[in-house]
């Protein structure tokens, strides 16, 4: 079966908000996703994680190589690639419930049949009771569950996740990891998940993608064989696949954090 | 969405009205009336100068019973209401545009800025030339008068709103006319309602200037003839209308706006 998102020979060059000067990005990225995987990928800061996520939202345009879902180039954004973003990006207008279904809302899917997928999805990020508050009433953990929601419910075919839980405190942080585990048994979505914590990287990925030091290159591809349903971070400390992928994937990064330190 | 709780905002105006701040406002009021009756008698022919507040309500009376002043009101509301509509209505949708498209907003932005600078005032001479003393031009120039500060305040709300907003509704699949409509719009309404507010500021003064200029029947004709045949008390009677009914205009209108819109999303603090 052929792979649900491919990356070939992506190499991307922008130019520096200040100075004009062109930044070498990512060079030559090759990198398939397969239907119902979470794949995360860490690398150390201006590796080009984010460049690369915009890309495949289809936000940033690119020249050299090839991006494509399902066969299709992309060429643009699309609701086929559903996108969770770093920082709360929900509409501070829109209430939770109108957020989450406004994915559907802009496809023009009638009120009621809406209405109860957002039901199910208020449910499935565990937001019931909070479907009438606006997003200045609820907190980070909470904005972000409803972020989750929101793209998941548009269905898109992949889901693009930006350091969604990096500015959530560490708590809240370890119990959206373990429902995002939760949601990604009960809905199978492919998911590429982007962060900068290895440990995050190790807990979630079926594969972890580790990126060498700009300009962002695949250095190594870590496979980490453990069952979704055993991973609680409870069970992790003694889950030797989990530790071994875990300091394998330290390792790589830190390799990198040192070349750009001695650089 | 305005009209639902206007019952329960009314109660809470009273409310509001007879809590302690209430108390503190009725204290500055009665100040100002006293010090404003003293003034008025211990100064010779304050008829002419300053007549006292029980002369000017006595006036107002007068006027009243005439049926002078509801219609001057009427007159001079009416133009506020029809000439700053149509002023609005031209600008947001001009900020917006101007707001999204940087080219379109490189062409226009100097030409705004020339016409900004010149005032209400300013322009009345040549309107008046192109359509005499009437209500077409005082209308021309409200219209004029509040068409900058809620274009002016729109582009720049437009270019405020985080882009993580608008791409977050690109990646759910909008197209440019909802994301106008469900992100540019709602996100620029914290600047719609001090642009609003502005504008309608700039087209009050205008309207009672315009009549003026233009000898059209209104408060601020009424002010403006009063003088000439030394009824001063017809023209603080009316400097009173004027201020009154900005306060009542935007507690009615504007407040409840913002209290269902900005307030409620979070946008901006009470």
Redesign the interface.
């Known amino acids: 079966m052929p792979a649900k998102l491919v990356v070939q020979n992506l190499t991307h060059h922008y130019p520096d908000e200040y100075t004009g000067e062109s930044v070498h990005a990512l060079e030559k990225i090759n990198l398939t996703v397969e239907e119902g995987e979470l794949v995360t990928v860490v690398g150390p800061s201006g590796c080009g994680k984010s460049t690369l996520l915009n890309i495949l ?3 940033l345009p690119y020249r050299d190589g090839l991006v494509s879902v399902d066969g299709v180039k992309i060429e643009g ?3 086929d ?3 969770v ?1 770093q ?1 709360h ?6 209430s939770v419930a109108k957020n989450i279904g ?2 559907l809302e ?2 023009g899917m009638p009120v009621q049949e809406r209405e109860t997928r957002v039901t199910d999805f208020i449910k499935l990020v565990g937001l019931q009771g909070f479907e009438d508050k ?4 609820l907190s980070g953990g909470m904005k972000q569950r409803c972020a989750v929601a ?2 998941l419910c ?1 269905d898109p075919v992949v889901m693009l996740m930006d350091e969604p839980f990096a500015a959530v405190d560490a708590q809240t942080r370890i119990t959206l990891q373990e429902e995002l585990n939760r949601i990604a048994i009960a809905t199978k979505k492919t998911i590429i998940f982007i962060t900068h914590a290895v440990d995050e990287a190790a807990f979630l990925g079926d594969r972890c993608f580790v990126f060498s030091a700009r300009p962002g290159r695949l250095k190594a591809i870590v496979d980490i064989n453990i069952a979704r349903e055993k991973r609680i971070w409870s069970a992790m400390n003694v889950n030797k696949e989990f530790l071994r992928s875990r300091d394998e994937i330290l390792r790589l990064v830190r390799e990198e954090v040192n070349i750009a330190v001695e650089e | 969405m305005l009209s639902r709780n206007n019952l329960n905002r009314f109660l809470a105006f009273w409310r509001h009205f007879s809590g302690a701040g209430a108390i503190n406002l009725a204290f500055v009021i009665f100040g100002i009336l006293l010090v404003w009756t003293l003034i008025s008698h211990a100064i010779e022919n304050p008829a002419r100068y300053l007549p006292s507040p029980i002369a000017v309500a006595l006036s107002s009376f007068d006027m009243v019973y005439k049926g002078l002043l509801p219609s001057y009101f009427g007159d001079t509301i009416g133009r506020l209401v029809v000439g700053s509509i149509f002023g609005l209505a031209l600008g947001i949708p001009f900020g917006l545009i101007l707001g999204i498209n940087r080219t379109v907003a490189d062409m226009f932005y100097p030409i705004m800025n020339f016409f900004q600078s010149i005032s209400g005032i300013a322009i009345f001479p040549i309107i008046v030339v192109w359509f005499g003393n009437s209500d077409k031009t005082i209308f021309i120039v409200i219209l004029y008068t509040s068409f900058f500060p809620i274009a002016f305040t729109v582009l720049s709300g437009v270019r405020e709103i985080p882009m993580k907003y608008i791409h977050a509704a690109r990646t759910l699949g909008a197209n440019k006319f909802q994301i106008m409509r469900d992100v540019l719009l709602p996100g620029s309404l914290p600047h719609i309602a001090t642009g609003s507010r502005l504008s309608i500021g700039f087209a009050w003064r205008a309207v009672i200037a315009g009549e003026m200029l233009a000898g059209r029947e209104g408060l601020g004709w009424m002010i403006f003839t009063a003088q000439d045949v030394d009824r001063t008390s017809e023209v603080i009677l009316g400097m009173l209308l004027i201020g009154l009914s900005w306060i009542i205009l935007d507690h009615y209108l504007l407040r409840p706006f913002e209290a269902d819109t900005i307030e409620r999303w979070g946008l901006v603090q009470r």
């Open positions: 939202a289809g936000l954004p699309g609701s690639r559903g996108v973003f920082e990006a929900i509409l501070p207008w829109r406004h994915g802009l496809k606006y997003p200045h009433e929101r793209t548009a």
